[in-house]
């Protein structure tokens, strides 16, 4: 086998990644949408061993060595480009709210492979981006909306041979421009694990029947058709589920979908997310008010564009 190439000392990336919101209701670990809420992440080869900086959200807990996320997902991606790095600086700008279902976990993944494929001249197709940012949590939806921006559809081929990676794809569908998005953050974190656990092993193919079919409704409605968002975002097979292991985001849900609001749980929560068109009305404004004083963190987001890669050469 020939040696890596090594990468110039010096060598910079600048990597800019949205957040994302996955399911959408229906969509379980389908769809995605890029949110315009950022982590930035700078790269430089160094002569030697590793250096992270990390401000903003996380700051306190993430670790500092070659456990972190993004420092893994820059080893891969520099190995699937055929380069080598003898040491990195890196530096996290972090915004998204960790654990909150806002995609924090794939923007980091996306950031570490992003950086190291700019850095290694961009060999690497957003298809190979998405594969190997995919590969670290093991479902696509986060991760293709954050490197292709927008909405996506994504799924997840498993091998017969059980030997074989999954392949993990996602394909972007344009959303209509008067969509906007307004999250609900809650001042606790939710684990995906734990989440998950509650799920049932089995469904009713009647509820598996409505899911299809308010996935469908909702691609839809993200491209052409915004006034079928409350309809799209209906959902049997997760959030009713949840609601017990994250009371404050299913009473948020509620409210707003009771006021005629696209709310959804985002992810794993615990985020409510409401998507709507144009500006926030009267009733909206009212009831973010009342999430504020609450005690939750309401943030306004426009669709985002895929993530960007500057790449400063020594």
């Keep these: 086998m020939s040696e890596l190439a090594a990468l110039p000392v010096g060598l910079k990336a600048n990597v ?46 993430l670790p500092r060595d070659e456990s972190h996320l993004v420092v893994r997902a820059i080893r891969s991606g520099l190995d699937a480009a055929g380069v080598t790095a003898p040491g990195l600086r890196v530096v996290c700008h972090n915004t998204i709210p960790q654990s909150r279902g806002l995609g924090s976990s794939a923007a980091a993944a996306v950031a570490g492979v992003v950086a190291a ?7 690497l197709d957003d298809d190979a981006v998405v594969q190997l ?68 092993s089995h469904v009713t193919h009647i509820d598996a029947r409505f899911n299809v079919s308010r ?12 006034e079928l968002l409350w309809e799209g975002t209906r959902d049997r097979l997760h959030q009713p589920y949840r609601s017990d292991v994250l009371p404050v985001t299913a009473e948020w849900v509620n409210r707003l979908r009771n006021r005629g ?8 929560g615990p985020t409510a ?7 926030v009305d009267e009733t909206l404004s009212s009831l973010l008010n009342d999430a504020r004083a609450a005690g939750l963190t309401v943030h306004e987001l426009e669709v985002a564009g895929p993530a960007t890669a500057e790449l400063t050469r020594p």
């Excluded at 494929?117 to 060999?123: D, F, K, Q, R």
């Excluded at 609001?261 to 794993?268: H, R």
């Excluded at 997310?273 to 500006?279: D, N, Q, R, Y």
């Design 273 to 279: 997310m409401v998507l709507l068109t144009g500006e």
């Design 261 to 268: 609001y696209a709310a959804y749980l985002s992810g794993a």
């Design 215 to 226: 996935t469908a409704v909702m691609t839809a409605a993200l491209q052409s058709h915004p």
């Design 117 to 123: 494929n700019t850095l290694a001249g961009s060999p």
């Design 16 to 61: 800019r990644v949205p957040g994302s919101s996955a399911n959408l209701g229906p969509g379980f670990d389908t769809l995605g949408l890029a949110l315009g809420i950022y982590d930035t992440v700078e790269v430089e080869v160094t002569d030697s061993g590793l250096e992270i900086e990390i401000h903003g959200e996380g700051a306190d807990d």
């Design 133 to 200: 940012s995919s590969e670290f949590e093991g479902h696509p939806d986060n991760a293709g909306a954050s490197v292709v921006g927008g909405a996506v559809v994504s799924w997840t081929d498993i091998p017969v041979d059980g030997h074989s990676k999954p392949q993990y794809r996602a394909v972007r569908i344009p959303v209509d421009p008067s969509i906007r998005a307004v999250a609900l953050v809650p001042n606790f974190h939710a684990s995906t694990e734990a989440v998950r656990e509650v799920l049932p």
